[in-house]
């Protein structure tokens, strides 16, 4: 999942985003209004992390923006006024959550998940294909109750893969929602990662979950079974 993490206190900004890259999530970042919108303009993003206090544009006036500009992505306000009427404003501006620092990181993750699983095809905490079964919660992979160690960055493309189980994903889809705007679209990065899946959750196995379909891109579904 890609985020837009938008804060002016640079120092913060990339701790917070070293964090979140850890717990698999690609991630942009705006230090100031302008910046934010620009990129979402653009970038498509599953989550906007926002600070309410932005210097030229609030977050306040960022938040309304956006929704005006029909970005639907979860937004989730970060400030240190964490006054009742600042939450309120926030909410109105069209936040989803609102969280005031300083916080725990592991509750922000916790309320990222959350707001990811409120769109409908992100709802399920444990996803299943075949035998393949991927807990998002503790980020455990297994097939047929075997464990599959995974990096960060596999994690994030089979995770990404698994929720649009059965359908044919682009490369476009994959590097808008597991890289972030350091990804070169030339590159043959995605090939690279997919072929490490491939050998991890396939492996040896018959039935393979794991298809590329040339010119279009790749799918996680019902196993295809070689046949001697």
Not at 26 to 46: C, L
Request: aromatic fraction near 6%; charged fraction near 30%.
């Amino acid at each position: 999942m890609r985020i837009l993490l938008v804060d002016d206190e640079e120092d913060f900004a990339r701790m917070l985003a070293r964090g979140l890259r850890d717990h698999t999530y690609a991630v942009d970042v705006a230090h100031d209004g302008i910046a934010a919108i620009e990129k979402a303009s653009v970038n498509f993003y599953d989550l906007v992390i926002l600070d309410i206090m932005l210097p030229g544009q609030s977050g306040l006036e960022v938040c309304n923006r956006l929704r005006a500009a029909g970005i639907t992505a979860p937004i989730l306000m970060l400030t240190a006024l964490d006054q009742p009427e600042n939450r309120i404003a926030g909410l109105d501006s069209g936040a989803d959550d609102y969280l005031g620092k300083p916080f725990d990181f592991g509750e922000l993750v916790a309320r990222i998940r959350a707001l990811l699983r409120r769109r409908p095809s992100l709802l399920a905490p444990v996803l299943k294909v075949a035998e393949l079964e991927i807990d998002t919660r503790t980020r455990r992979v297994t097939r047929t109750g075997e464990e599959i160690d995974l990096t960060a960055k596999e994690y994030a493309l089979l995770e990404y893969l698994a929720r649009r189980s059965g359908e044919v994903v682009s490369r476009e889809d994959i590097s808008e929602h597991v890289w972030d705007e350091q990804y070169d679209p030339f590159s043959n990065l995605i090939e690279v990662y997919i072929q490490r899946l491939r050998r991890k959750v396939d492996g040896s196995s018959r039935d393979k979950l794991l298809h590329t379909h040339r010119g279009e891109g790749y799918r996680l579904g019902a196993p295809e079974t070689v046949r001697a």
